[in-house]
């Protein structure tokens, strides 16, 4: 279920439909709109309340109409859909056809759920790895400055203390603006939004502007749904439009950043971490350990900063920066933070699965992390052996039905940079997993150096076992992919798994404190 208001707003059908008209949709009414009121709106028939508007979205593989059934029991009272939708349902509930219901999602549910009031600070963050970092770092600098957060990430939805398990990296609109209805309704004063590309092209943020956007980071991955990397980055790069966001913060370390500076249609502030290069903020890493990174930052008029962030890997320092320079960018004096960074400069920000070290137990390092893209690997094993005194031993699989063009130089990269590789199963949905593997291992086999030792064990369980019984002191283990994730899809079923509580059980079988 998600998160909603506790008290419903009722809005009439017929406001609804004068508005998509003034909007210039083309729409038919269906039934007696002007005697029925709305106090939701969903896109999914599992999740109606009593009082809602069901939204019948067309799909790959069925019609959103054809679980209207579902939607009445469960006690809507109106639907907006396309003609199809209103073929397949016939005359069982009054409502609105129009030709493409996705793109007017947003609009309504702003509509249904008054998210137009709602004047807190709205920050959004978009680039291929780090997005769910960055939020938690933001939010747990928002919380040092005495302001009530809300925060929406690929691992939770969370105002407050409540907190719900995410489904998408970025909600439905539907469901971002009950959210922000929450939100508005808890007095929630920052909100932070992780937002992937797919939000952006299927219109999932809509209705909502954003005060300060951030882009950290580019590298391939869902070309299986994009296509090629152009047109994924097209995706991340509409995102710094007007409609979307009033400023924009951009890391400009590579060429993708500089790309998003120069195509940017809103002001934008930007960031790098080598001194010489052209930038608004510079930073730079003072200090690094398997405990922590600390770092400067540099901006106009002589503003400094000292920080640090308990996560390994300049990355992550990368990541604190950021959402340092996205508050200023949002109007946050820099006194203000200054003052609540304090003499330590610690952000302590706690990231479920993004190198979250597993063991309470000095004797050995047990990281798991949400990492499953090319890029990942490769900042977090360069992290990894500038510190780790012993061997890297590396666990990974890769998610089957997803951009497999990623696999052999994911295997490649891992082999590079670990003394020892074990590659097993992740979330092989449809496919054979044993495929899957085999091109992973392709890829590793083709870039190990002669020291590198490969081993295959499909079961995580049992590779994670044989990790830990390989491991001697000063070694560290890094377990990429599953991360904060609670289960694995194999053949189409959805198996509980928890990596995080998988190792747990592991050290302490082995004798560990976990």
Known sequence: MTLRPKQKNEVALRTLFDALVSGGAAIVPHGAID??????????SRDVRPGDLYVGMPGSKAHGSE???QALRNGAVAMVTDAQGWRLAGDEIPGIEVENPRIHLGSLSACVYDTDSYDALKFGVTGTNGKTSVIYMLAELVEMLHMSTGISTTAERRIGEEVIVSSLTSPEASELHAL????????????CVEISAQAVVRNRIDGVLFDVVAFNNFSQDHLDEFGSMDAYFSAKSALFSPLHAKRGVVVVDSQWGRKIVSDSKIP????ASEYGSEADWHFAVTSESLDGTSFVLSGPEGAHFRARVPQLGKFMAENAALAIVMLLEAGIPGTELSNALGSSGLIEAYIPGRLENMSQDSRIRFYVDYGHTPGAFEVMLDALNRLVEGRVIMLFGADG????????SMGAIAAKGSDVLIVCDYNPRTEDPAEIRAALLAGARSAAGSGTEIL?????????RKAI????????????GPGHEEFREVAGKNIPFSAREEVRIALREA???A
């Open 35 to 44: 005697q029925v009121r709305v106090t939701g709106i969903t896109l999914d």
């Open 67 to 69: 679980f209207l059934r």
């Open 180 to 191: 922000l209805a929450r939100m508005k309704e808890e007095h929630v004063r920052a909100v």
């Open 268 to 271: 934008v502030t930007t960031l």
């Open 401 to 408: 039905d997803r951009d497999p063009t990623k696999r052999e």
């Open 456 to 464: 295959e064990i499909a079961d995580p369980g049992s590779a994670v």
């Open 469 to 480: 019984e390989i491991a001697t002191p000063n070694d560290v283990i890094l377990y990429a």
């Open 511 to 513: 004798g560990f404190n």
